[in-house]
């Protein structure tokens, strides 16, 4: 199985608002960046839908170290929280639902597609990938926004 890294970030204009994504896709020293954005969204869908998009454009099962800045991400997956909400039909412990489900059930899909390794990184700090997806998250939203 091939091991793919993957860095996303997601980024908003308001919250909700214009937002944008991220993805930088690394396999044996090639990278390709992915980016998009919607027009009326939340920071943490743009987060979901970096590593939706990210996972989506891989051709073949992969393991994939997955570094993100969002700790709703990261968190979820690693510890378990995701596959809780589904299993209890999108309720979260607190008996609030949980958020996102159509995003979160893609992407648990997705995970049980490929093996992922997940990596919290901090944002807007010294990881210059994580950086590079938070400009591509930005420069989207603006585009909707129309002050690219």
Sequence with gaps: M???TLYTDG???GNPGPGGWGAILEFNGVSK???GG???TTNNRMELT???RGLQALK??????L???SKYVIDALEKGWAWSWRKKGWVKSDKKPALNPDLWEALLDLTMKHRVN????????DNPKNNRCDEMAVSQWKRIKGEA
């Design 118 to 125: 997940c990596h919290w990184v901090k944002g807007h700090a």
């Design 11 to 13: 980024a908003c204009s």
């Design 33 to 35: 960046e992915l980016s």
């Design 38 to 40: 919607e027009s009326s």
């Design 50 to 52: 970096a590593v939706i």
């Design 60 to 65: 073949e099962p992969c393991t994939v170290e």
């Design 2 to 4: 091939k091991t793919v």
């Design 67 to 69: 570094y993100s800045d």
